[in-house]
């Protein structure tokens, strides 16, 4: 084994010109790769005399480690490379020849790193098994010489065509066992309120959980009063959340809601409904505000509870549905989506909400509904802003006077021309 010496640094390297800089760093790698190819030397020598015997390890590997400092997931590789790369001892003292002689030799020239070599050993183990010594040898010769100045790339390539050469017929085809895809999802109420989803999706549903969310996730175009959407992306993705739980309600195939958006058990009693005063149970699961019980109720089955002042249920009153599938159909042509103004949100996305509540006595018919997308049917609720039909049987919305000093009343006029 030749003896290496680290390349000469000038006193003042920031004074060296770039040649001499690339210079230093090749000659650097050089003397690392050639002793690392001396270390593989020494470590197959102990592996054929048995470390068990030299030293009292279980395993080189582990001699290794404890010898190096280092973990001994760090230590494997280097003993496994090492015993590849160099001919061993068998314990009857037979010659077990290496693996990749060539590719030693490479290496103890220091022409070739680890990584190249690992994936020269990865390409030997593809070859067929019934591969002649031959051709493993002329193989294996060709993938060392090509190492000393090819990437991964080219190697890659060159594990292509040999595959190609020796086994020209590849492998016989079979269907894989498909794997049963790990998916987890847990969901828990906090004592604040809120919900806690948690989950865990392989690749292929994540990728299109990602691509769902993010194409509803979009910020709402400025409106015409030059007012931009501020949500941050998560609660952008938050809010893409419940879209997409409205479209999966809605569908009429869907288990247990059967094309009901919501089912609301009402367990306040309706004065208190109708004052917007007081708290409602939704499915028996956790409290909700009157104020959001009357927004729920625009497109949704609500089956009111009516208690007493003790509390006791009185009746129940019978399941009631409030806009039918004709009148829904009816209001999407009509209004062609979200009808506040400036809103690109189409039908599919819109609650049907009531222009005069009907728990104030308002009916459910078209001239008293009107198609409006969440965050809309919010601001109607529980802001200043208003709804009315026009003479033309057409929604238009009354701006607040902090909008709007003279109040003009606005209509969408991007679902229409």
Not at 191 to 207: I, P, Q, S, T
Not at 319 to 330: C, D, E, H, I, S
Request: glycine residues 8%; negative net charge; contains cysteine.
């Amino acid at each position: 084994m030749s003896e290496t010496f680290l390349p000469e640094l000038p006193q003042e390297l920031w004074r060296a010109g770039k040649l001499e800089l690339a210079h230093g760093v090749q000659q650097s790698l050089r003397v690392i790769r050639t002793a690392t190819a001396g270390l593989g030397q020494f470590l197959a020598e102990i592996e054929s005399r048995g470390v068990k015997d030299l030293y009292g390890y279980g395993s080189t590997a582990n001699w290794f480690a404890d010898m190096a400092g280092l973990s001994l997931g760090e230590a494997r590789p280097v003993v496994k490379r090492a015993i590849a790369l160099n001919p061993t001892r068998a314990l009857d003292g037979t010659e077990v020849p290496a693996v990749a002689p060539a590719t030693a030799a490479v290496a103890a020239e220091g022409m070739v790193g680890n990584e190249r070599i690992d994936q020269i050993l990865e390409i030997l183990k593809k070859l067929p098994a019934e591969t002649s010594a031959e051709d493993r040898t002329s193989a294996e010769k060709i993938l060392a010489d090509l190492a000393r100045d090819a990437g991964p790339r080219q190697l890659a390539e060159a594990e292509a065509n040999l595959l190609a050469w020796l086994d020209p017929d590849g492998n016989e085809p079979k269907d894989p066992e498909p794997k049963e895809p790990r998916r987890e999802l847990t969901l828990e109420r906090r004592k604040d309120g809120f919900w806690k989803l948690n989950g865990l999706l392989d690749d292929e549903a994540g990728a299109r959980t990602a691509a769902a969310l993010e194409a509803y996730a979009k910020p709402r175009p400025v409106d015409e009063f030059g007012q931009a959407d501020l949500r941050m992306k998560c609660e952008r993705l938050g809010d893409a959340w419940v879209d997409l739980l409205d479209l999966a309600i809605a569908c009429p195939d869907q288990p247990g809601t059967s094309g009901y958006r919501t089912l609301v058990h009402v367990t306040i009693g309706l004065e208190e409904l109708k004052s917007g005063l007081g708290t409602a149970c939704l499915d028996f699961v956790g409290t909700m505000t009157a104020r959001e019980a009357r927004l729920a109720a625009c497109d949704c089955l609500m089956l009111p509870v009516v208690m007493n002042a003790a509390g006791e249920p009185l009746d129940v009153g019978r399941l009631r549905r409030f806009v039918t599938p004709g009148q829904r159909r009816a209001l999407n042509i009509r209004d062609g989506g979200c009808a506040f103004p400036g809103c690109h949100r189409k039908p599919k996305h819109c609650h049907a909400h009531h222009i005069d509540h009907w728990v104030d006595g308002g009916p459910t018919d078209l001239r008293n509904l009107v198609l409006l997308c969440g965050f809309h049917h919010r601001l109607i609720h529980h802001g200043d802003w208003e709804v009315r039909l026009a003479a033309d049987g057409l929604p238009e919305f009354i701006p607040p006077q902090c909008r709007d000093p003279l109040r003009k009343p606005r209509r969408n006029t991007l679902h229409h021309t």
